[in-house]
Structures are given as C-alpha cells and as structure tokens.
C-alpha cells in the first residue's frame, strides 16, 4: 500500500494535548492555520495521533484479553487480565487520556479549518476525515466505557482547558454523536486519493464504520444496508475486494490491497520512525531487535483452525490420549537439547503434515511447533526454528519465547529479517494495520443477515472468506459443514471471525458485545503446548465496562463512575 508521506505527521498543533493538562506544545494559531497546506498538516497530526500506543498503536494487544492470545505486563494489560485493574491503573487512565487527546486534535482541525479561506474542496475533505478520525476516537471510548463527556468544536482548548467539566453523556448521546459525524464525513470525503495520499479516510472507511456502529447496537437493517454498500458498491464503485493472498496482507506486498478499507500507515527504514511496535511486542527474542512476545496466540486459537476438510481439529484423532494427559502432549512436541545440538526430537514430520491439513491461515497467521520464521541474529537474517525444548535460543537458530513459555508465535505483522532493510527499529515496524478490511466488513454483514432472519445470505458472505483460503464452504456437501437456522451460523460467524481476524484486536470487543467475555474468559487457565499452566484469567460482570479514571471524577465531580467502581 502506498503511504502517505508522514513526515508531517508529527507536527503538533494548537489542541494537541490532554483534556486534564495544560498545553504542553502548540503552534501559534496567529502564523499556522493559514494554508491548504496548514490545513493537510494540522489532518496529519489527528492521523499521527492513532499510533500512541493507549490509543491504536496496540490495538492488536486488545487480543490478550479473550480467548485467542495472552499476554502478561508489558503492555499495561496484565491487571486487566488477572482482573485486578482499578480505576487508577495506568492503562485505564491512558486509554482515556490519550482518546481525548485524539478527540481534541480532531475538535481544533474541524474548528480552524472551517473558517480557512482555502478552497472548498479542500476544506469540505480536511473537515470529513477530522469528522471520521473524531468518530473512531469516540467509538473506541463508548465501546470500553461506556456513556462519556461530548466535546465538539466549540470546546477551545486554549481557552477552557481548565474548565472541561461535563458530565458523562448516555450511550445514546455518544452513539448519536459519532452517527451524525459519520453522516457528514460520508457526504465530504472522496471515493479514492490520488496514488501520493494513499491512506487518508474514505467515504467507504465512513460507511464501513457507520455500519460497524449499528451493528454493535443491533439494529441489524441499519448496519446491513451500509455494509451491503460497501461489499456490493450500492453508492458508488469502492473496488474493494478480498485479496487473492491472506499471508501478504500483513506484509508490504499486501499495502497497495483493495481489501484494505483503513489502515494505519506506518513507515520505517533510517530517519523515518513512523511506524508501530508490532515486532516489538509481537515478535520473539529471535526477532529484529530481539523482541519480548507480549502478545502471544493462545493455544485455544490454534485448536480453533479445522481441518483443511473443514472437519473440526482434534488432536485425539492423531495422538489418542492427548487432549487430557499432559505426559502425551510431552511425547508429542518436547525435544532435548545439549547446547544446541537436539538429542531427541519427537516426530516431526507427522506433526508437519498435521499442520500442512489444517486451515491454511494457520500457518500463515502463526508459526507453529518445528516450523520456521526468518529471524535476525548477530545482526543478520537467520532462520529460527521454533523448537519445543528447555534452553531454547536465538543464538542456537531457535526461536525463544521471553517468557519460557511454550507457547505458538505470531507470524502475523511480525519483521522477516530485516525486511530488506526497511526495519530499523523494532518499535516501528513498516507494516500497515488495518483497523478497517473487507473481510471483516463482510463477516459483519453476514452477522446482521443472519440475525434478521437471512440465513442463506449470511452464509454466502462467510463463504466469501473462508474460500478466499481454499478452505469448503458451509453446505457444499461435507455433513460438517452443513448448518441451518441462525444459532448454527452464529456460531460459525463466532469462530470465522475469530481464526480470520486473529492478531487485529477485534476479539475483545466481539465477546463484549455477544455477551460471551465472561463465559469465554472467566477463570480459565490458559495453558502452553505442553498443558503446563500459563496465567488465570479473572473476570467480574463490572469489568463489561472500565472504570471512568479516578483522576478524572477528582478533577471533574459531574463525572459518575460506571456500576460496580465505587
């Protein structure tokens, strides 16, 4: 995907700073806010603003928080895992900041631009993506806590930064708000950019995200008729379809994809720190920059992909015994080593060709037990191993967890190498992050036919994504795919989703809004490979939405704090 050149995207503008602080940079609004060029920088820092890591710069860490990965403290989640977060944990309280802080941005290009004496079309663009930006920011704040204070373009932060006491607006409100914005974003902004401004916000990423909003409020028709436009160019030829590749849309290759709706463009290579820390945080010890795995798939994931049959995975067809004997799981996948050199290795090319039969996102989205990934060692590319053995090391050519775990990798989003160069620092990796995909897009639509009683329809859009991999459709004719009535296909939509969408942080917010996070996180105890206990997931039915920060109800006592935080 070509991106938008992002060295702009650090400027700060006049509103770039949190709603509880005083202005800690600004640009004097007397010499800026003059240009059309003004206009496309002050847009950029709202954009810049989406990879702050409390914000979207680790959204795919949302992931740690259900069924399909885990995690531990490095990224501020562990609290929220273990079900020990309060109202003063400082991930509560950054998400809340930092969302505002996007919110405010956006507020300050909507209020000057306005009344910029620069082109219409221009203005009428700028405006529609702030518009756009401003809606995602308040979506992400309604979806973790709930009813919040609106700020809109009247609030001037220069001027009433000491004075923002609002109280929390309903759900409603919030809803409403974000839907009048999309509204207007939707008839501003164009179809398609110029090659050059790849990445801006379009009006299929407004729409897409108008439907995405009806459907986390269940009104099915609404959230339908939007992501039928977007899947079926009702309103206008969008070109967007899924790509032919699934493994190449996390890489480069896949950027200039029409499936690509919105995504957050990152950059890397010497002098360009544009990027997100998904190697970073995703990557293993083996990875450019020797990384730390605070996100790592969950072995419930990995059972989740079927057979390439379609038929579910069972690991007692091939191992009987296996699911509930740990001494098994040993003989299955442990290996020794002395140094390096491996003194018994299980059998490896059985367990190869158990892979080789599987859903092939699999292997595409993780890397699996003896597989391979290309690494970087003694500053160089290397292919590590990921060999289930005590004393694995990237030193030896294997790929070692931070943890000691034994646990599935990503693949996904992670640095090959050294990506040829373009990656120069692990905490920018220049792989785009789609927030915003056809894919998903589509599963949504099948979930909203499906609950309005289309059944036939919704099954059509699943099967879209599911032969895109070469994987059978639903009802071609194995009796495990066959599935009739809406509770089947629900149930489908569940796991496709799931498998598809893995490692993109959609997952926590799906279980939210099924009413699944408790029955799919309460208490379980996830466990590595070789059934060892990894960490316990705590849950409570108060924890459905955050606390409102502490800090904040002190500051501003209009504020109320959700059920169950006093």
């Known amino acids: 995907m070509k991106r938008i050149l992002i060295a702009a995207l650090t400027l700060v503008v006049s509103g770039c700073f949190d709603l ?11 010499s800026f806010w003059k240009t059309e060029e003004h206009a496309l920088q002050g847009v950029m820092g709202v954009y810049a603003d989406m990879k702050e890591h409390p914000l979207f710069g680790l959204y795919n860490m949302y992931d740690n928080l259900s069924d399909i990965a885990l995690g531990y403290d490095g ?14 944990t400082g991930l509560v309280v950054d998400r809340w900041k930092r969302a505002f802080d996007g919110v405010q941005r956006a507020n300050t290009v909507i209020r000057n631009v306005s009344t910029m004496d620069i082109s219409d079309e221009v203005k009428t663009t700028v405006i529609g993506e702030a518009r756009f930006l401003r809606a995602l920011f308040y979506f992400n704040l309604m979806n973790l806590f709930g009813g919040v204070p609106i700020y809109d373009e009247s609030t001037d932060l220069n001027k009433e930064f000491n004075t923002l006491l609002k109280p929390r607006n309903t759900e409603d409100e919030v809803r409403a708000f ?11 902004l164009p179809v398609s950019y110029p090659a050059a401004q790849y990445g801006r916000a379009t009006k299929s990423a407004a729409i897409a995200l108008r439907g995405k909003v009806y459907l986390y409020n269940k009104e099915w ?15 206008a030829s969008f070109g967007h379809t899924l790509y032919a590749n699934y493994a190449d849309l996390f890489r480069p290759v896949g950027h200039a994809s029409s499936e690509m709706i919105f995504a957050i463009q990152n950059k890397g290579g010497v002098g360009f720190p544009y990027g997100m820390p998904l190697t970073f945080y995703l990557g293993t010890r083996s990875s450019f920059g020797s990384c730390w795995n605070n996100g790592m798939p969950s072995t419930r994931l990995a059972d989740m992909y079927e057979n390439r049959d379609g038929t579910p995975f069972n690991w007692d067809d091939h191992f009987p015994g296996f699911n509930n004997s740990d001494a098994v799981k040993k003989q299955v996948f442990e290996a020794t080593q002395n140094a390096g050199v491996l003194t018994s290795v299980p059998d490896t090319a059985k367990l190869g060709e158990i892979y080789r039969n599987r859903d092939p996102r699999m292997t595409q989205t993780l890397v699996v037990p003896y597989a391979w990934q290309l690494g970087w060692n003694a500053n160089q590319p290397r292919w590590m191993q990921l060999v289930i053995a005590t004393g694995a090391n990237e030193n030896f050519g294997q790929i070692r967890n931070n943890r000691g775990w034994h646990t599935y990798v990503w693949r996904k989003f992670v640095a090959e190498g050294n990506m040829n160069g373009d990656i120069t620092d692990r905490a920018h990796t220049p792989i785009n992050f789609p927030l915003i995909r056809l894919a998903d897009v589509i599963l949504m639509l099948a979930e909203a036919y499906n609950e309005m009683g289309e059944v ?7 099967n879209k994504v599911r032969q895109r991999s070469s994987m059978p459709g639903l009802n071609s004719g194995n009796p495990a795919l066959a599935v009739s009535g809406q509770d089947q296909v629900r149930q489908r939509i569940i796991h496709e989703r799931a498998v598809e969408l893995a490692c993109e942080g959609h997952r926590y917010f799906d279980l939210k809004r099924w009413g699944l996070l408790k029955a799919y996180t309460g208490g379980v105890i996830e466990r590595g490979i070789l059934g060892d206990n990894l960490l316990t997931r705590g849950f409570q039915d108060r924890h ?3 606390p409102i920060p502490g800090q904040e109800i002190e500051m501003n006592p209009a504020l109320t704090q959700n059920p169950g935080w006093d």
């Open 456 to 462: 036939d329809k919704a099954i059509l859009e699943i």
């Open 75 to 88: 990224t501020g989640l562990g609290d929220i895992i273990a079900g020990t977060f309060t109202n003063r």
């Open 544 to 546: 459905v939405l955050w």
């Open 178 to 188: 974000i839907i009048n914005d999309l509204d207007q974003a939707i008839a501003a």
């Open 221 to 235: 028709a609404k959230a339908a008729q939007d992501l039928e436009d977007v899947v079926y160019n009702k309103s």
């Open 20 to 30: 509880d602080t005083k202005p800690y940079d600004k640009v004097s609004a007397g």
